[in-house]
């Protein structure tokens, strides 16, 4: 069965650093989304992604972060300056379009020190 | 700002037993509705879905309805079984479903016992 795929799992990083989050959504997707969960919250919308283009953002999403799709399979969150309270599972997640569901990665715990 | 509430953070069932998990919004532009299941240390799982044109979607031991002048929704899971235990996330979205981005509520913990 298809699945979205995140690497790494886990990733620590000192505060300042920037962090790339990888994500290989299923193949025949088109829209491609990052979401957060802080410890204890809910998941949250960071950014939706379709035709190359940022379709959608939260106000979480702010000038530190950034989305790119290199290449025809992976789809990357990059934070440029992290912050402590930018720790936090990340997912990615894509979806086929009207009405249907979107597909879930495993996350990467980001931790900020 | 919480358009979509799950009020009960945690419900503990018997196996073989209905469980029944409640999930309220607010926005009346929301037009499809998915519930997720999720494990610790791992990304929500898909179990259902539901459109604004319908009032009810059976999967299997799972059963969506929703009621678009209260504005709930319910999932029902017949009979439990404790593989289901796990955090359950409503989650809605506007017009286009997945082309548009989920709302997610806190979620509900279910335990199903022995």
């Known amino acids: 069965e298809p699945e979205v795929t995140q690497t790494p799992s886990h990733q620590v990083t000192q505060m300042g650093q920037e962090v790339i989050l990888r994500c290989v959504p299923i193949?025949?997707?088109?829209?491609f989304y990052w979401y957060r969960q802080i410890l204890g919250q809910k998941v949250e919308f960071l950014v939706s992604f379709y035709n190359n283009e940022i379709s959608e953002k939260s106000e979480i999403f702010d000038d530190q972060f950034s989305v790119e799709r290199p290449d025809g399979s992976n789809f990357t969150l990059k934070i440029r300056s992290t912050k402590l309270e930018d720790s936090a599972m990340y997912f990615c997640?894509?979806?086929?379009?009207?009405?249907?569901?979107?597909?879930f990665g495993q996350g990467t715990r980001l931790t900020v020190v | 700002d919480q358009q979509v509430k799950q009020n009960s953070p945690s419900l503990s069932v018997q196996e073989g037993r209905i469980s029944i998990l409640n999930c309220d919004y607010t926005n009346s532009m929301f037009d499809y509705f998915l519930w997720y299941k999720k494990y610790p240390a791992e990304g929500p799982t898909f179990l259902i879905s539901?459109?604004?044109?319908?009032d009810k979607n059976e999967d299997g031991r799972f059963t969506v309805f929703l009621n678009k002048s209260a504005k709930h929704l319910s999932l029902h899971i017949v009979p439990s079984q404790p593989g289901d235990s796990a955090v359950y996330f409503c989650a809605a979205s506007g017009e286009g479903g997945t082309a548009s981005k989920l709302t997610f509520g806190t979620g509900t913990r279910l335990q199903v016992t022995l």
């Open positions: 997640a894509s979806g086929g379009g009207w009405n249907t569901e979107a597909f």
């Open positions: 539901i459109s604004s044109i319908k």
């Open positions: 193949s025949n997707h088109l829209y």
